[in-house]
């Protein structure tokens, strides 16, 4: 988890111009759609869209925009069907990749993504070649110094939490993703402050990278997260939160 979670918080803190901010809300809005297609517009009776609706709140998305999305899901979402694929490959030094992608046009769409592949170093691979290396997980991040570190394990601890990791820069919070909403309330009822909060694939094992090689996975994995059809990036890469920062302009 330890690089791509810093990835994570980074791109959130970025997403705030409103070019950036108006291809997030292009891209919740496709999930909010798609989520309200199959399993119904009411949040309560729906958890894909419960958690969609949460995504859209953390990045500030107006409740006309979640409003319009769900109604376009569920009246049929105006004639545009979009198909749920996930792809997987590997990028340079063997770093398992999962894109989870909504598409109207599945084949355009995996041109273009075995592409971004083949010109960063990677390669795309078949249906269940790296999925084994994740499981699904609740994650909530917390930035370490924002609350003393004693006071976020014990609480989670208390919430449920199923394993917590102290990174470079991120407290990791791991849950049941059945436990998720449940871990995340508990933590902001106790004022806890949350830097990200998702139910995601959580990679069992890791790649350590430094230098070229490392530039090189991150250069990969924002190009495919840049692609319009796609919705999320996982990866199991761990590297170094000053090249993180480095390759993110920060």
């Known amino acids: 988890m330890s690089g791509h979670s810093k990835w994570s918080t980074i791109k959130r803190k970025k997403g705030k111009t409103d070019a950036v901010r108006g291809k997030i809300f292009s891209k919740i809005s496709k999930e909010i759609m798609s989520a309200a297609k199959i399993g119904g517009g009411d949040p309560n009776a729906n958890p894909r869209l419960r958690l969609a609706?949460?995504?859209?709140?953390?990045?500030?998305?107006?409740?006309?925009?979640?409003?319009?999305?769900?109604?376009?899901?569920t009246g049929g979402g105006e004639g545009v069907t979009l198909e749920q694929i996930t792809y997987e490959g590997y990028g340079p030094q063997g770093v398992a990749i999962m894109v989870d992608v909504l598409t109207d046009n599945k084949n355009r769409t995996l041109s273009e993504i075995r592409h971004s592949f083949s010109k960063n170093g990677g390669n795309l691979g078949e249906a269940g070649c790296v999925s084994w290396v994740f499981k699904r997980k609740g994650l909530i991040s917390i930035e370490k110094g924002k609350m003393p570190e004693d006071k976020v394990v014990s609480e989670s601890i208390d919430a449920g939490a199923d394993d917590i990791e102290i990174e470079e820069s991120m407290i990791e919070i791991v849950t049941d993703p059945s436990k998720f909403e449940e871990v995340r309330d508990k933590l902001k009822q106790k004022k806890i402050e949350i830097a990200e909060a998702e139910v995601t694939m959580v990679p069992q094992n890791t790649v350590k990278l430094t230098g070229d090689?490392?530039?090189?996975?991150?250069?990969?994995?924002?190009?495919?997260?840049?692609?319009?059809?796609?919705?999320?990036?996982?990866?199991?890469?761990?590297?170094?939160?000053?090249?993180?920062?480095?390759?993110?302009?920060e």
């Open 213 to 249: 090689e490392a530039h090189k996975v991150l250069k990969l994995v924002a190009e495919l997260e840049e692609h319009d059809d796609v919705q999320a990036v996982h990866a199991n890469f761990d590297i170094p939160d000053n090249i993180i920062e480095e390759e993110s302009g």
């Open 53 to 73: 609706i949460d995504k859209a709140k953390q990045a500030n998305m107006p409740n006309d925009n979640i409003k319009r999305a769900i109604d376009k899901g």
